[in-house]
C-alpha cells in the first residue's frame, strides 16, 4: 500500500484510538499525580435533629479561592504511587528488615492492599489461563466429533456462560454456593461436615473464584479453536491415520501444531482479562477473602469520599501490569517483525 | 344519604385539588437520587407526584446512589437536581461543594417544616431532614420465652442468651448482623466503638484515634457475636441478615430502625417468626450508659449547579414528598420515624426512639470520617476471620486512613 494511502485508510481508526485509548491514558497519569488541594477546617456550629454541635467542615470559600489558583489540584509527582495504598515501599522495606523468614516476609506483605491484591490477581490469572485453554480445547474436539444434527444444540449451550452477563452469572453461582444453597449444601455433605461454608474459607473462595472464571471464559477458547479445527488439513490426518496413529496421537501430532497460533492468541487475551478480574469478586461479595486491582479502584471510587488520586494511580498501575504481562510475547512479535524486514 | 355522599365526593376532590395546588410548579426539571429503602421509596412518589406540563420529575432511588449522587451533582447544569441523602452522605456534598444554601427556599416555601427538620452548617440551611433512623435490637420474643430470659440490653446478655439458645438446640446460628466486608462491618465496628466510650480521631483533628482499647474491646465484641453467626456473615448486608431473620435462622439482631418496620411484611415468612417480632432499643456494651449505636437522620438537598427556577421546582416537588397529608396513611406513617409534622410515633419507632433517649451519639459529620468509614470496612475483614490480631487490624486501619487522608489533603 502506498504511504498516502495507507494514511488515509488509517486516519479514522488513528483518530478514535487517540480520542478513546490515548487521551483517557494521558487523562489518569495526570490525575495520579495531582492530589486535591488541601482542605482549609473551619469549626462551625452545626444543627440538626439531634441538636447542636460544634464540628470541623471545609471553609468553602477558603477552598474554593485556593483550588481557583491551581484548578490541576496540588502536584504531588510519584508520592501515591509509593504510598501505603499502593506500592507502599516504605513498608516493604521496613518488613524486608524486621522479619525473619520469607513466610514472616510474605505475611506482611500480604497486610499491604496492593501486594493482597496482586497476589491474588496473579493466582487467578496463571491458573485460570491454562485451565481454560485446556476445557475450551477439548470441548472443541468433542463437539467436533459429534454427529451434525445435535451440533448446533451442543454448542449453544457451550457457549451459554459467555452469554450469561458476568454479573449475573457469578450471582447465581453465588446463591448455588451458599451455605444454604445447592452446591454448598452438597460440598458440606460430602466432606461431613454441617459447619462447612465455601463463602467463609479463603481457600475454598479463592477456588470458587477460578472455578467461576473457568467456566465463564472457557466457551471464548472453545469457540476459537472450533474454527480453527475446521481447517485442520485432512490430507495430513487421513495420512496419520493410515500410519495407524492412535486418535490421541492424531491430536498431538497433527491438530495441536496446527492451532499452535490461535493457542497464543486465547492466551494472549484471556492474560489481559483475567489480570482485570472484577464482577466476580463483586458477585460473590468476596472482598474479605480476595481483591483485585480493579476492584481497589471500585472500592476508592465507591466510598463516601471518592478518592480519585488513589484510583487513577491504581489504574496506571493495571496498565503497567498489563504491559508487564504481555512483554514476553510484545517482544517476539516486535523480532518477528525485524526478521522479516 | 346522597347528599352524604355528594359531600364526601366534593371533599375529596377538594383536598386532591390542594394536594396538587401543594405542589405549585409551573416549569421546571426535578431529578432525585436517593437510598432505596421503603420510606424513602414513598418520598419519591409524593416528588413524582408533581409532574405534568412542563415539569419533568425522575427518580433514580438505588442502594448504590452514594456511588453516583456526587459524579451527577458536580457537572453544570447537574443531571440530579437533588440528592436524598444521610449525614454521613452529605459531607461527601459539602466537601466538593455541589449542595446550595436553602434558607431563601425555606422562607418562601417551607412554611410547613418544623425547626428541628433544618440542617443548619455555619449557620446556613444545607438540607431538609424527614426521618430519623438508628440500628436496634430485633428479636424473637417466642424463642427468649423458651429459654426464659427478658431481652438483652446489653451485648454482654445477648451473647449470654445466644449461648443458651444454641445449648438448647433451638437454632444454630441465633444471632444476625450485617457483617458484610465494607461499609456495613465498619459500620457495626463503629457502633461498639462509641458504645466502649471511643473517639475516632484525636481531639479536633484528623489524626485516627481508632488503636485504643475500646477498639481492641469493641473487635472482641464483634468477633465473640460472630461466633453464633451463620458462618457466610462477612457476606452479608442488610438485606441478606433480614432473609435469614424472615427464614427464622435468626432470633437476635442488631437491625436499622428504617428497615425494621417492614422486617415481617414479605412472602412466605412462617407465621411464628411474624408473631414473635418484637423491636426493642439499642444494646450498650462494657457497662457502658451511651448506646453502642448511632444516630442518623435522612434528608434532601438541592443541587448548586442547577438554574434558580430548577432549584425552586425541585424545593417544591420535595416539599410535596414529604407533605404532612401523606402520614394519614397508615401503611407510610409506620415506614419510619419521620421528623414531619404531626408524626405520632406507631410501634414500629420504639427502637429508635428509645435509640433518642438513651443519648446516642449522632453518626460524625466530618468531612475525613468518610476516609475512615472505608480504610475501617477494607481491614477489619482479617480480624474478623481470625488471621490477624486486633492490634494488628486497628494499626492497620490507622495506616490505610493516614495515606487516604494525606492523599485527600487532611493531614
Not at chain 2, 269 to 297: C, H, N, R, Y
Request: glycine residues 8%; hydrophobic residues 50%; negative net charge.
Amino acid at each position: 500500500m502506498k504511504h498516502k494511502t495507507f494514511f488515509w485508510f488509517f486516519l479514522p481508526t488513528g483518530l478514535a484510538m487517540l480520542v478513546f485509548i490515548a487521551a483517557p491514558i494521558v487523562s489518569v497519569v495526570m490525575q495520579s499525580m495531582f492530589l486535591p488541594i488541601e482542605a482549609v477546617l473551619v469549626e462551625t456550629e452545626n444543627c440538626g435533629p439531634f441538636g447542636c454541635k460544634t464540628e470541623t467542615t471545609i471553609d468553602q470559600e477558603a477552598t474554593a479561592k485556593l483550588r481557583e489558583a491551581n484548578p490541576l489540584g496540588r502536584f504531588a509527582g510519584l508520592e501515591v504511587y509509593f504510598d501505603r495504598g499502593h506500592l507502599a515501599t516504605s513498608e516493604v522495606a521496613e518488613a524486608w528488615n524486621t522479619s525473619e523468614s520469607w513466610g514472616a516476609f510474605f505475611a506482611e506483605l500480604r497486610d499491604l492492599p496492593f501486594y493482597r491484591a496482586i497476589a491474588f490477581t496473579l493466582t487467578y490469572t496463571f491458573v485460570c489461563t491454562p485451565l481454560l485453554i485446556a476445557l475450551g480445547f477439548a470441548i472443541a474436539v468433542a463437539v467436533n466429533s459429534l454427529h451434525r444434527h445435535l451440533k448446533g444444540l451442543v454448542i449453544f449451550f457451550s457457549l451459554l456462560p459467555m452469554i450469561v452477563t458476568p454479573l449475573v452469572g457469578s450471582l447465581i453461582l453465588f446463591w448455588m454456593i451458599d451455605s444454604r444453597g445447592i452446591l454448598g449444601n452438597f460440598i458440606s455433605f460430602l466432606a461431613n461436615d454441617p459447619d462447612l461454608s465455601l463463602k467463609a474459607s479463603t481457600p475454598l473462595m479463592w477456588t470458587s473464584l477460578i472455578v467461576y472464571g473457568i467456566w465463564s471464559s472457557a466457551p471464548f477458547a472453545f469457540v476459537v479453536f472450533y474454527a480453527g479445527l475446521q481447517t485442520v488439513p485432512q490430507d495430513t490426518l487421513e495420512s496419520a491415520q493410515i500410519d495407524g496413529a492412535t486418535r490421541w496421537q492424531q491430536i498431538r501430532y497433527v491438530t495441536i501444531p496446527h492451532i499452535m497460533p490461535l493457542v497464543t492468541f486465547v492466551a494472549l487475551i484471556q492474560l489481559m482479562d483475567n489480570f482485570r478480574v472484577f464482577e466476580p469478586i463483586v458477585g460473590f461479595n468476596a472482598e474479605a477473602h480476595a481483591t483485585s486491582l480493579s476492584w481497589i479502584i471500585f472500592n476508592d471510587l465507591g466510598g463516601e469520599t471518592r478518592q480519585l488520586g488513589a484510583a487513577a494511580t491504581t489504574s496506571v498501575l493495571t496498565i503497567l501490569g498489563v504491559a508487564i504481562l504481555l512483554s514476553p510475547v510484545l517482544v517476539r512479535t516486535w523480532r518477528d517483525f525485524r526478521g522479516r524486514t | 344519604m346522597i347528599k352524604k355522599l355528594l359531600l364526601a365526593s366534593v371533599l375529596a376532590l377538594a383536598t386532591s385539588a390542594t394536594a396538587h395546588a401543594a405542589c405549585d410548579i409551573s416549569s421546571g426539571r426535578v431529578s432525585v437520587v436517593g437510598n432505596e429503602f421503603p420510606a424513602i421509596q414513598t418520598v419519591g412518589k409524593g416528588a413524582m407526584a408533581c409532574a405534568g406540563d412542563g415539569v419533568e420529575v425522575k427518580t433514580n432511588l438505588t442502594a448504590d446512589h452514594q456511588k453516583i449522587n456526587l459524579a451527577g451533582m458536580q457537572g453544570n447544569p447537574a443531571e440530579y437536581t437533588s440528592a436524598i441523602i444521610a449525614n454521613s452522605s452529605i459531607v461527601a456534598l459539602m466537601n466538593e461543594d455541589v449542595i446550595r444554601p436553602l434558607d431563601d427556599l425555606v422562607a418562601k416555601y417551607g412554611g410547613s417544616l418544623k425547626k428541628n427538620q433544618l440542617i443548619t452548617i455555619n449557620g446556613k440551611v444545607m438540607a431538609v431532614a424527614f426521618m430519623a433512623n438508628a440500628q436496634h435490637l430485633v428479636y424473637r420474643a417466642d424463642v427468649l420465652e423458651k429459654i426464659g430470659v427478658e431481652p438483652p440490653k446489653t451485648y454482654e446478655d445477648m451473647l449470654a442468651a445466644a449461648k443458651m439458645i444454641r445449648e438448647k438446640g433451638i437454632l444454630q446460628n441465633p444471632v444476625g448482623g450485617a457483617y458484610k466486608a465494607g461499609w456495613n462491618l465498619a459500620q457495626e465496628f463503629n457502633n461498639m466503638f462509641l458504645g466502649y466510650g471511643g473517639s475516632h480521631f484525636k481531639d479536633g483533628s484528623a489524626m485516627p484515634n481508632v488503636n485504643s482499647e475500646a477498639g481492641v474491646k469493641a473487635l472482641n465484641m464483634m468477633k465473640a457475636l460472630s461466633e453464633y453467626m451463620n458462618p457466610d456473615f462477612l457476606t452479608h448486608d442488610s438485606n441478606a441478615t433480614n432473609a435469614e431473620y424472615r427464614a427464622g435462622n435468626v432470633a437476635l439482631m442488631n437491625m436499622w430502625g428504617s428497615r425494621a418496620a417492614t422486617m415481617t411484611d414479605a412472602d412466605g415468612v412462617p407465621q411464628e417468626v411474624i408473631d414473635g417480632f418484637k423491636i426493642a432499643g439499642p444494646m450498650t456494651v462494657g457497662g457502658g450508659s451511651t448506646a453502642a449505636s448511632t444516630l442518623w437522620w435522612d434528608g434532601w438537598t438541592v443541587a448548586k449547579n442547577i438554574s434558580d427556577a430548577d432549584a425552586e421546582a425541585t424545593f417544591k416537588a420535595m416539599m410535596n414528598g414529604i407533605d404532612p397529608a401523606m402520614l394519614k396513611d397508615a401503611e407510610v406513617a409506620k415506614q419510619a420515624v419521620w421528623l414531619i409534622d404531626g408524626y405520632e410515633p406507631t410501634a414500629a419507632a420504639t427502637g429508635v426512639f428509645a435509640a433518642a433517649q438513651m443519648n446516642t451519639i449522632p453518626y460524625p459529620m466530618l468531612p475525613y470520617m468518610g476516609l475512615m468509614h472505608t480504610a475501617l470496612g477494607a481491614e477489619l475483614a482479617d480480624f474478623m476471620q481470625g488471621k490477624e490480631s486486633a492490634e494488628q487490624a486497628l494499626a492497620d486501619v490507622e495506616a490505610a486512613y493516614t495515606a487516604a487522608a494525606k492523599e485527600n489533603g487532611y493531614l
